[in-house]
């Protein structure tokens, strides 16, 4: 079993900055990848950054420039770094691991954590 634990979040007013972290725990293979996603209220959830354990980023076009994707594979653990907030990046942030075990996909969420950006 896997668990992801996130934390980080909080109220920040517009262009400041908060750094969120989420810790893996459990069985992760290696391969797998880990990823922030956000959902605003009344809104679909959707990929913020992710990034590979070999280190290959991907962002979305709201955080690209704004935002950081980063890990320590020997603690498991995952980072955004968030600069330049504004009021649009509101959402419960949560963490993700995805990998693969004799092809089967393991697909793990954290609880989330919120993040408010006043204007």
């Known amino acids: 079993q896997v668990q992801l634990v996130e934390s980080g979040g909080g109220l920040v007013q517009a262009g400041g900055s908060l750094r969120l972290t989420c810790a893996a725990s459990?069985?992760?293979?290696?391969?797998?990848?880990m990823a922030w996603y956000r959902q605003a209220p009344g809104k679909q959830r959707e990929l913020v950054a992710s990034?590979?354990?070999?280190?290959?980023?991907r962002y979305a076009d709201s955080a690209k420039g704004r935002f950081t994707i980063s890990r320590d594979n020997a603690k498991n653990t995952v980072y955004l770094q968030m600069n330049s907030l504004k009021p649009e990046d509101t959402a419960v942030y949560y963490c993700?691991?995805?990998?693969?075990?004799?092809?089967?996909?393991?697909?793990?969420w954290g609880q989330g954590t919120q993040v408010t950006v006043s204007s």
């Open positions: 993700n691991v995805l990998f693969l075990v004799l092809s089967t996909v393991k697909n793990y």
């Open positions: 459990g069985n992760i293979f290696s391969g797998n990848v």
């Open positions: 990034i590979a354990d070999g280190g290959t980023t």
